[in-house]
T-cell receptor, first 115, second 111 residues
């Protein structure tokens, strides 16, 4: 079955460490996204990529970095510069813009806790 | 960044009751999407709406794209325990590919 796989599901990090969250999709989608979810808030866009080797900052990109070397993969690095990294991180993908919206398919999420 | 106004924030209902939630904005949207998120999981698409005035059903769920293109609602009829979760609306702004998400409605269903 096609889908999006995020790993790890749970991750603990000490302050000052960088961590990388994996996101892989086999849906043949061109666009991929990273969102951050905090309690009581909607999903906030961190970074997105519409094609390989290209990506754009979202609304809260500071302290994060991404790469898009392959169509299937869009890893997110949470750097030590991110002041409040404890959150639930969601990866999503979609087909290019056409009739209707970019309907997002989400992964199961990764919960990062900074100790 | 922008967010949609979604209400209510939370609902506590008894099994069998109907539920209604809505999203509003001052901006015009081309598309409205409704997602459900189970605890500790990613959101799953419930209904997609593409035209103003469109009314679409998916089982016990019904959603409408407001005529003004600035709002949308989701109704759940005859709620059951597995309806528990967080429901998000998302709208695509008219001149962008970007999706804007609502703050979510947390639904609890008691037997």
């Amino acid at each position: 079955d096609g889908g999006i796989t995020q790993s790890p599901k749970y991750l603990f990090r000490k302050e000052g460490q960088n961590v990388t969250l994996s996101c892989e999709q086999n849906l043949n989608h061109d666009a991929m996204y990273w969102y951050r979810q905090d309690p009581g808030q909607g999903l906030r866009l961190i970074y997105y990529s519409q094609i390989v080797n290209d990506f754009q900052k979202g609304d809260i990109a500071e302290g994060y970095s991404v790469s898009r070397e392959k169509k299937e993969s869009f890893p997110l690095t949470v750097t030590s510069a991110q002041k409040n990294p404890t959150a639930f991180y969601l990866c999503a993908s979609s087909t290019p813009r056409g009739a209707g919206a970019n309907v997002l398919t989400f992964g199961a999420g990764s919960r990062l806790t900074v100790l | 960044g922008q967010q949609l106004n979604q209400s209510p924030q939370s609902m506590f209902i008894q099994e069998g009751e109907d539920v209604s939630m809505n999203c509003t904005s001052s901006s015009i949207f081309n598309t409205w999407l409704w997602y459900k998120q189970d605890p500790g999981e990613g959101p799953v698409l419930l209904i997609a709406l593409y035209k103003a005035g469109e009314l679409t059903s998916n089982g016990r769920l019904t959603a409408q794209f407001g005529i003004t293109r600035k709002d949308s609602f989701l109704n759940i009829s005859a709620s059951i325990p597995s309806d528990v979760g967080i429901y998000f609306c998302a709208g695509q702004l008219g001149n962008t590919d970007k999706l804007i998400f609502g703050t979510g409605t947390r639904l609890q269903v008691f037997p």
